[in-house]
């Protein structure tokens, strides 16, 4: 049976449920610019209904709201996530092969072409005058040009190196700091959610903080059934994972950690780089995100049987190395065709040996005189940094395969002009013949050398640099493809999630509109119920 104030309290009711409407309205509205919020709306029911004592049926007791939801794909998050891994490491590995390119400075006034035209250049006026102390000077200074080109180059890749491996150590500390977040979001959503309640915006920055792991290393993430809670509903722990271990379990954490290297992977690397793995001493892989993006660049290198793992700074640095090795042996030994093994070694059974500089003789040397003058023009800086001579370098190598293993000891890093031509230009070897001032036969074969297509494998010395510049523009360009392509996808996800999630000013307005009528019509029959009842009870039989 009805009480005698059930109309009343039904109108009561709605007006409650129309507030409550309203509440989330508002509550939307003042989030629409929130990152990662998640449009709230209430499931709005009909209350119990009242059976009647006669049998003639239930009367309606109204309308009531029992959950306040967030409207959430987790499909699109899913996918979202899992396109986000790509995009940070191909966004990344474009940010850091551009400046690889940069490093290079070509095409420029101050690249390989324009060092090696003045360097050629110098040799061809030597040619004109090989008597002359200006031309030789020149010569000097224009191979100290192309010994310093390269040593920049070399210290700049260790810098980019250094800034890669400092930038890594950062990024692990951040992925350890959003794990933290989540671990801590867990305990107070679960918390929250003890009594049947959803937290909402707890939620949604749980979600939010994912979405920024995602992008540094490859995790996912899932909600997972546990068992049941005393009330019947599901135990639910959140799991995040990487590589397939648990990062974030619940409430628990395992970090990551980032121990320096005790040795180096490869003879480009720098000392001390920092290698990422699970704090426990596990070895972590990673595959994918901003992490594997720095990794990949800083770590880079050829695997074996030469089979790329991916051309990062080792690899270039390798490069980098072979050139100045090849280039230095070829211009004061006069070998051709200089080949290297499976592990990076050079063959010397393969070598064409020809007329260099170190088979020349000086400006002064006396006519008659049948010993070549053995002056390197290329060597290494030793102790201090400092040039090595001739015969420091050489030492007691006699055959061709001792002769390599020396050059096989000069790189980018300490590529210089020897010693002995640093202190004495007129040592710059250009006659086959001793005392004739205007034999140049050694000297035209130093200046063809430029052109010699079987001095590397890839053909003259520009062919070489063109290729490993070429092979750094493919990666570059293949990156900002694969970027563009990722970011296209990304945006297209996030924009669904944004017309599942999003919140529509317009679409909340026409909401706030229909709650306020509904609260207004509540109000009325409020109103309309206290006048029934005030005839009722205080006029109904006066006279």
Known sequence: MRGSFFGLNVAVRGLYTAQRNLDVVNHNLNNVNTPGYSRQKNVQVASTPIHMNDGTGMVGSGAEVISVNRVRDEYLDFKYWSENISFGEWSTKKELLSDLEAIFGEPSDSGFTQVMNEFYGSLHELAKDPSSEAARSIVREKGVTVAKYFNSMAAHFEKQQGDINYRTKVKVEEVNSIGTQIAELNRQIYTTELDGNIANDLRDQRTLLVDKLS???????????????????????????????????????????????????????????????????????????????????????LGQNGSPLYKGIPYYMEQLNEFAQTFAMSFNEGYSNVRRDSDGNIDPTLIVDNIGHADGY?????????????????????????????????????????ICKQYGKITAKNLTVGLDIENDPGLISVADVAGQKGNINVLNNLISMRHDTHMFSEGSPEDFMKSMITTLGIDAQQAVRLSANQENIIKQVDNRRLSESGVSIDEEMANLVKFQHSYNASAKMITTMAEIYDTLINRLGVR
């Open 215 to 301: 992008k540094l290393i490859n995790a996912e993430a899932n909600e997972l059934v546990t068992g049941k809670l005393p009330d019947g509903r599901d135990d639910k722990h959140f799991v995040v994972t990487i590589s397939g271990k648990a990062f974030v379990d619940h409430f628990s954490i395992s970090k990551l950690d980032t121990p320096q290297r005790k040795m180096k992977l490869n003879d480009e690397d720098i000392d001390n780089l920092y290698e990422v793995k699970w704090a426990d001493g596990n070895s972590l892989d990673i595959k994918g995100g901003e992490l594997k993006a720095y990794l990949d660049v800083r770590d880079g290198s």
């Open 362 to 402: 000086e400006l002064d040397s006396v006519e008659g005189d049948t010993t070549p003058s053995g002056i390197r023009f290329f060597t290494m800086s030793g102790v201090e940094n400092k040039p090595i001579d001739s015969a420091t370098f050489i030492g007691t190598a006699t055959t061709v395969s001792d």
